[in-house]
């Protein structure tokens, strides 16, 4: 039966006045500066191409504080490169430049401004000063500018520059732009460099069948070459294969179809030392020999050729290094599971021995959980759990005692009440994260009775990935530049900024966060505090959650929830899930609006409840047509868990599963559904149903478990 949740609104938002209160009490000691002012007028003025703005721009950029000066100059350079103003983009960002800011779009501003005009002493000139600083990273465009300068200048080898410019930069318009330059100077090249650029050009330009037939021009001539010089008793020391160009190649042979043509020429170039003479690193650097292998794994893959895929990953693996070592090894893992998950299982110690980062491979693990589950092998999921209990990823120990547990408890594999209650105790202690990170979480905790919902906050604070914070996080001015944002009504401004910062000042992290959602910016508010949840420091306390999980639209899901008989908890939960509250997203399959309807779907709703025009972007619409959908959902099936399922997957697709899984309980059930986005929705929502049902209303968590599944 539904509570009255008007009856707890009051404590709510009194709880949120004192936080307000403890959030805002650090905020007392940040003032403006007054240089800082007219940056904040002009972002808040909205029109910046007015001249009252521009001047404001222009003193925030020369007198403003570090932060504040940076981020005008940015604001100015950028409007002044649009109204082809060439002279205050140079002013201002050779100025910040020379004070020692080594933000990249400063440098790319000021050499756009001089090629734009076609200034190409300048360009030089500022490519030789700032572009050899080591405290500048780069970027396609000023690797496009720094070979320019020198084709300009005529500097150098050019044709064995610009062979260098394609190994190492992405198809993009800047190296057609730079052959159109070599072709128009009449600067000679060899034919393998011009038919390299030719392929790049045509990649980036979607030509794919063109792209895959110079691509192959260009595999054998590379071969050819390699060969001749290898006989020729010199070793190969400048080969075209870097990351870019497999990457690049790969890509063309997967859409053109030409993949068998690039694997047997990468496998021949594999078997090129040994048919030499030499030994693998003598002819190739380690990280090409690396890339070699995973090219041809990717594309034994693509083929279906799951036990091949695994081999070459595997053979590449002791040169690999750094995160391609770790992708390689999940690679070949995932290509175990895929041809013969028994094999899978037998190699699982090898595994855990040779990696570095064990939480990269919770998803791989899950996959192979789903597949013994389904065949209700539960002695190889114990038998995963002994292997990877001591040094596993946190999310993956507590799926497989979870599982293991429930095991015990349905009596599917013979093990005491004594080692269920550690199964259960050490999946509650590995149950973290954010959403469905504290799904096994939480059911471990009900089983134990010992789940304290108070301790929610601290439920959050141990993160699988923790970001470390730089010392320099929140100094020079930022904070004082975030406190302006929010000061002047530009929390987004404030969002942006502190979504691309580890920042150190969390007090603002949180009074962004909460602005945003005081201007029914969920999604973002939301996203923000995920992230900074992950960051060193900052723990979750009962107000953030309420921004995590923000009440949103509470009136009219609270009417909605109590026509179609569902908890406003549970749809709540599904409409946060489904949409962050944003009532206008559409995602990227046509779903459209708070509950993510899709416009199928939506239709078949109106015409049942007789609407004859209708805006699924429009708030009340979307949940009206959603929260009746759900309703009809759990009209149609046994149980709250199957109806969400249907609402993600499709009820045709839920009995049959049902059908297929009849003898397993309603939890369990869920780790059997074939589709994984299915079954992660349904942890999510579970939750997220937790969540909301303690933090507005007091509901123990047994009692939404206990709506979500009946045994």
């Known amino acids: 039966m539904l509570k009255p949740k008007s009856l707890y609104l009051p404590n709510r938002k009194v709880h949120i006045f004192l936080i307000l209160i403890f959030i805002s009490f650090p905020l007392l000691s940040f003032e403006l500066f007054e240089n800082d002012t007219p940056y904040f007028h002009a972002l808040s003025a909205g029109d910046l191409t007015s001249t009252e703005i521009k001047e404001n721009l222009i003193h925030s950029s020369i007198y403003g504080s570090k932060a504040v000066r940076l981020q005008a100059s940015l604001k100015l350079s950028s409007l002044a490169l649009k109204m082809k103003d060439f002279k205050i983009v140079s002013e201002i960002c050779t100025g910040l430049l020379d004070d020692g800011y080594t933000e990249i779009i400063l440098l ?90 030719n392929f790049k050009i045509q990649l980036f330009n979607k030509e794919y069948i063109s792209a895959s037939r110079t691509m192959i021009k260009v595999l054998n001539l590379e071969k050819e070459t390699i060969i001749k010089t290898l006989e020729s008793g010199y070793i190969v020391d400048n080969v075209i294969f870097s990351s870019v160009i497999l990457d690049e190649m790969y890509k063309t042979a997967s859409v053109s179809g030409r993949r068998g043509e690039l694997l047997g020429v990468i496998e021949e170039l594999l078997l090129i030392p040994e048919n030499t003479g030499y030994e693998p690193g003598e002819v190739y650097s380690y990280e090409l020999i690396a890339g070699l292998y995973e090219t041809a794994g990717y594309l034994k893959r693509i083929n279906g ?120 105790t050490l999946s509650y202690n590995n149950g973290f994260g954010i959403a469905s990170g504290l799904y096994y979480r939480i059911l471990a905790g009900n089983y134990l009775k010992i789940f304290d919902i108070r301790q929610l906050p601290w439920m959050f604070n141990r993160t699988v990935s923790r970001i470390p914070l730089s010392p320099s ?36 992290v949180r009074r962004t966060a909460l602005a945003l959602s005081e201007n029914q910016n969920y999604a973002k508010s939301i996203r923000l505090l995920n992230h900074y949840s992950r960051i060193d420091g900052f723990n979750l306390n009962t107000t953030d959650l309420m921004l995590l999980y923000p009440d949103a639209f509470n009136d009219e899901i609270l009417k909605i929830a109590e026509k179609e008989a569902l908890e406003w908890y549970v749809f709540t939960a599904l409409v946060r899930e489904e949409s962050h509250f944003q009532h206008k997203v559409v995602s990227s399959a046509g779903a459209v609006g708070l509950s993510q309807l ?17 805006n699924l972007k429009d708030a009340h619409i979307n949940l009206t047509f959603g929260g009746w959908y759900l309703g009809h959902m759990a009209k149609r099936t046994d149980v709250l868990s199957d109806a969400l399922f249907a609402y993600n997957g499709g009820l045709t697709r839920v009995r049959r599963w049902r059908e297929e899984y009849s003898d397993f309980p309603d939890d369990l059930f869920l780790e059997a559904i074939p589709y994984k986005e299915t079954s992660h929705y349904g942890r999510k929502l579970l939750v997220s149903s937790v969540i909301y049902g303690y933090l507005y209303e007091g509901i123990q968590p047994d009692n939404i478990i206990s709506l979500f599944y009946r045994n």
């Not at 070979?147 to 050019?158: C, K, R, V």
């Not at 416009?599 to 007789?610: K, N, Q, W």
């Open 305 to 424: 050729s799951y036990s091949a895929a695994a081999d070459m990953f595997m053979a590449g693996l002791p040169f690999a290094g750094g995160r391609k070592y770790e992708k390689m090894l999940w690679y070949w893992y995932n290509s175990l599971i895929k041809y013969s998950p028994d094999q899978a299982v037998n190699q699982i110690s090898l595994l855990v021995e040779k990696w570095t980062d064990p939480e990269y491979f919770a998803d791989v693990l899950s996959e192979l959980a789903t597949y013994y589950v389904q065949r209700s092998q539960w002695t190889v999921i114990r038998k995963i759990l002994d292997v990877i209990e001591l040094s596993g990823p946190d999310e993956s120990i507590s799926k497989y005692a979870y599982l293991t547990a429930r095991a015990g408890i349905e009596s599917y594999i013979g093990i005491n009440k004594k080692e269920i209650t550690r199964l259960m």
């Open 598 to 614: 899709m416009p199928s779907t939506a239709a078949d709703v109106a015409e049942r409840l007789r609407f004859s025009s209708y």
């Open 473 to 508: 996080s929140g100094m020079n001015g930022s904070a004082e530049l975030v406190f302006g944002f929010l000061e002047y009504g530009l929390p987004v401004d404030a969002y942006n900024y502190l979504m691309n910062k580890s920042f150190s000042n969390f007090s603002l």
């Open 108 to 197: 790319e501003n000021l050499l756009d401004s001089y090629y734009l005009q076609e200034d190409f002493k300048s360009l030089i000139s500022a490519v030789n000063k700032y572009d050899i600083c080591s405290t500048i990273k780069s970027s396609p465009k000023i690797e496009y500018y720094s070979f320019f300068a020198n084709l300009y200048e005529g500097s150098g080898s050019i044709a064995e520059q610009f062979r260098e410019y394609l190994i190492g930069n992405n198809a993009s318009e800047f190296i057609n732009d730079a052959y159109i330059n070599i072709q128009e100077m009449g600067i000679s090249i060899p034919s393998s460099t011009a038919n390299l650029a």
